[in-house]
């Protein structure tokens, strides 16, 4: 086993593109007319049977029950034809309250899907109870893709909508989660205020990886006005292997946005090992780190980096037990990785649950 070089990185944890949405990063699609249709159109990364689908509610005025369905997608205009993927991959979802909603197919029904089909997801205000609901996405395209997009569907006609991205969250029927990039399987993004006379004053990533690799940098998205500094914990959770320190100065303008960073020595990490990545105000001006929450542990796998990335936070870190962990939250961090194991003399290298593959280079 050795640790190879790459001209480029590896992005581990949180897709970057993600980081865009912060905390105002909803736009709503209000739907509240009889047979008003709004889609989700994505090629699936996996293989496997559709049994619950989970989309996000940010405001109800009227609550009321719309349709939920897989459908194909037209290869002619590319919106949904109105075919299901399966006859029973169809839910009535009462909305009553804001929140992940779940359409739930039941035991043994959904749809079967193969790695790289393009299919949508389809909710259709066709009940006669005519809810007015707010259906929340992202406001940008992350990484402008152009094969998982939206569709409305008002006074007869779909339109799809530009510069914006799907929120999320696919349960299969052994009660997994897929992964699919470009879908995003989070709830509103919340910030964590703090700063250094708050307890806890540090709070961050806790993460690990089967694989050793080499760890040279990464990003995370908080609005800092005041200065911080970033530390690298070893697996004991309490030895900082490298720091940087962060002025509030040396930045484009105020607000919430991405901060990158690159250490000054690269940071060896041992495969199945814990190590955090965490952010201490050095000042009484508070740090917003960006983050959101999952309904539970297993939903964590639809995301980049999967239950193993999450959150961390603690006053004293003189051992592990310091720390509080959240195994449902998620921070808006990603890890910069430079060299990989090869692999020689082994069993091959393991990747973690929604590892974004790919160099960056």
């Known amino acids: 086993m050795a640790l190879q070089d790459h001209s480029g ?5 949180m897709e970057q593109g993600k980081s865009s949405a912060g905390t105002q990063g909803l736009v709503q699609f209000i739907i509240n007319a009889a047979d008003e249709k709004f889609a989700m159109i994505f090629r699936v990364g996996f293989t496997g049977k559709i049994q619950k689908v989970f989309f996000l509610v940010d405001a109800v005025a009227v609550a009321g029950d719309v349709t939920v369905s897989l459908q194909t997608v037209s290869l002619v205009d590319g919106n949904p034809t109105g075919t299901l993927l399966h006859a029973s991959a169809t839910a009535l979802v009462t909305v009553t309250a804001t929140g992940l909603q779940e359409a739930d197919f039941g035991g043994g029904n959904g749809a079967d899907v193969t790695r790289g089909d393009l299919i949508c997801v389809v909710i259709d205000d066709d009940t006669a109870s005519t809810p007015d609901i707010a259906i929340a996405t992202l406001t940008k395209n ?12 008002f006074s007869a006609a779909w339109t799809k909508a530009a510069n914006r991205s799907i929120i999320l969250l696919l349960e299969m029927d052994d009660g997994t989660y897929a992964h699919t990039q470009g879908v995003f399987a989070l709830s509103a993004t919340n910030p964590f205020n703090y700063n ?3 307890t806890p004053d540090h709070a961050g990533l806790r993460f690990k990886v089967p694989f050793p690799c080499t760890i040279i940098g990464g990003w995370v998205h ?3 006005d005041g200065a911080f500094d970033l530390h690298m914990f070893d697996s004991d959770a309490t030895t900082i292997l490298d720091s940087k320190s962060f002025d509030p100065d040396q930045r484009f303008d105020a607000g919430s946005g991405i901060v990158e960073w690159y250490f000054d020595t690269v940071i ?28 539970d542990v297993a939903s964590m796998s ?16 003189t051992q592990e037990s310091d720390w509080t962990q959240i195994l449902t939250r998620a921070p808006l961090i ?12 082994g069993g091959g290298m393991m990747h973690p649950a929604g590892w974004q593959g790919g160099f960056d280079g």
């Not at 199945?272 to 959101?292: A, H, K, M, N, S």
């Not at 995301?303 to 870190?317: A, I, L, R």
């Not at 990603?334 to 003399?345: F, S, T």
Request: aromatic share 12%; with cysteine.
């Open 268 to 295: 060896n990490i041992l495969a199945d090992t814990f190590y955090r990545c965490i952010f201490e105000p050095t000042d009484g001006v508070d740090l917003d780190l960006e983050y959101f929450d999952l309904p």
């Open 196 to 198: 250094n006379t708050d």
């Open 302 to 317: 639809a995301n980049n980096g999967g239950p193993e990335f999450h959150w961390t936070t603690s006053k004293v870190q």
């Open 142 to 153: 992350m990484n402008s893709r152009k094969v998982t997009y939206l569709d409305h569907f």
């Open 9 to 13: 990185i590896l992005i581990l944890g």
């Open 222 to 224: 908080l609005e800092h």
């Open 334 to 345: 990603g890890l910069y990785v430079k060299a990989l194991d090869d692999g020689a003399g």
